[in-house]
């Protein structure tokens, strides 16, 4: 296989990688993701080495560079829906947080009238033989 071709291959293998990517942070599996991103190193260290021992012809760098302008658009948009996943989440950890500073706060009003208080005396009260 020419060294082209090879590089090629793995350039196809990235983008396809990068649609992978797409689809497990759309369903939120954040763990696949960082296995998928450990292998997406590995082909990056490949290219390069390809690339250092080839001499591409300008057509063939042409139509490298599309493919790096392919994958460089597929990342990008990983990229925004990782941020814009991570707004939500952020957002609602405010929003979760804020309720946990409430019920504490009402939870310790709460906990302090069970409590009670020497001011809370019944006024009713009368021992039994104060009665008659």
Known sequence: MAQFDQIVLFYNQLINMADEVHELINKELYDLIMDKLSYHDKLFIQ????????????????????????????????????QTNMAIVKNELN??????????????????????????????????????
């Open 47 to 82: 290219i390069k080495m390809a690339k250092k021992c080839s001499q591409l012809t300008d057509e063939e760098q042409q139509e490298i560079d599309k493919l790096e302008d392919i994958l460089r658009q597929k990342e990008k948009e990983n990229i925004e829906l990782m």
């Open 95 to 132: 929003k979760l947080k804020m309720k946990t500073k409430i019920k504490k706060a009402y939870g310790q009003i709460k906990h302090n009238d069970e409590q009670g208080s020497i001011i809370d005396i019944d006024d009713t009260y009368r021992p039994t033989d104060m009665q008659t």
